[in-house]
């Protein structure tokens, strides 16, 4: 499947009209792959009205053509700050956008010397990720085959949890078969977190062993074809008792609720409020702890952010996580987390493992 890097410049181009910008420098790699396909980890995308610019060093100028078309490379014989500015000032540009969120002091101060006085640095946050949060058809069907595959290993190492198994073991399983199964890598280091260790949202698999009875939090997603995708299940290592499962029924209630809400013109804070409008019935709003969900796409976590508050609108296009969550501090977590793609029409749920509570 081919992405269509021609059509985004197109696109960012339209937007630097309407910001009466020259150019806009481009310096998060997710950013220039997004626009050009270039997958190396070291360089400065500058993208004008009339083209687009690849500042790389000589590492990667073979993979830079390569991977490519339609963009200038010029391999850096300076830093790559300076290299930049030169080609800024031989291009003639004028009115420079730059995202302040993605460029250190030190590195925009080097820039702007080399640039030359007559350039006017105009900060244009999130230009970028504000294209990208609106996934082309081709862009889906791709984060689809990356639900499905994340939702398979899951599937796939259940039958590891086995009591006495160490939460590395499993998350050396998981990231083994991501491999193995035509997957770039994780889209982040995968959560196995077994008995009180699931009430951290975020634990790092230790050597933990699973005891009787416990929970176990799995969190994982892969990296394929270049998209991300991210999910959760919660099991239980035994036969769950009534408080486990009342938590677990209103985790589950809170996600149904979130995705429900899920639909083009709906905002991120409304569906945050879904979730948390559930757990809040149930009162146990205050063992939600994070927000309800992220944006989704060539990484793990992008725009929209899904929290309280929040006035985004979701349109068709958008992908994002719904990841409510309780955690109950020395006793568990559980967390439930799908993708969902927003159509104009309907939501699509990309994920495709069952929901229920299962009992190991
Ligand atoms: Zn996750
Ligand atoms: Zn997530």
Known sequence: MSLPFQNRRRALSKRLEA???????????????????????????????????????????????????????????????????????????????????????????????????RCQWIPAPGMVEALRMCKEPVEIALMRKAAVLAGEILEGVLSLLMPGVRESEVAAEIEYQMRKRGAEGPSFPSIVAFGERSALPHARPTAKRLGKNELVVLDLGVILGHYCSDMTRTVYAGRAPERVRRWYAAVLEAEQAAIAAVRAGATCGEVDAAARGVLAGHRLERYFVHSTGHGLGLEVHEEPRVARGQKHQLESGNVITIEPGVYVPGVGGIRIEDDVAVHADRSEVLTRVPRDLIEL
């Open 19 to 117: 910001s009466r910008l020259d150019c806009l420098l481009v310096g998060h790699a997710p950013n220039w792959f997004y626009f050009t396909g270039f997958t190396g980890d070291a360089g400065l995308l500058v993208v004008s009205r009339s083209g687009a610019t690849l500042v790389t060093d000589g590492r990667f100028n073979v993979q830079a053509k390569q991977e490519t078309s339609g963009t200038r490379i010029v391999v850096q014989k300076v830093t790559l700050f300076e290299a930049a500015g030169q080609f800024l000032r031989e291009a003639g540009f004028r009115r420079i956008g730059f995202d302040p969120t993605q460029l250190t002091v030190a590195q925009l101060k080097v820039v702007k010397r080399a640039a030359g006085k």
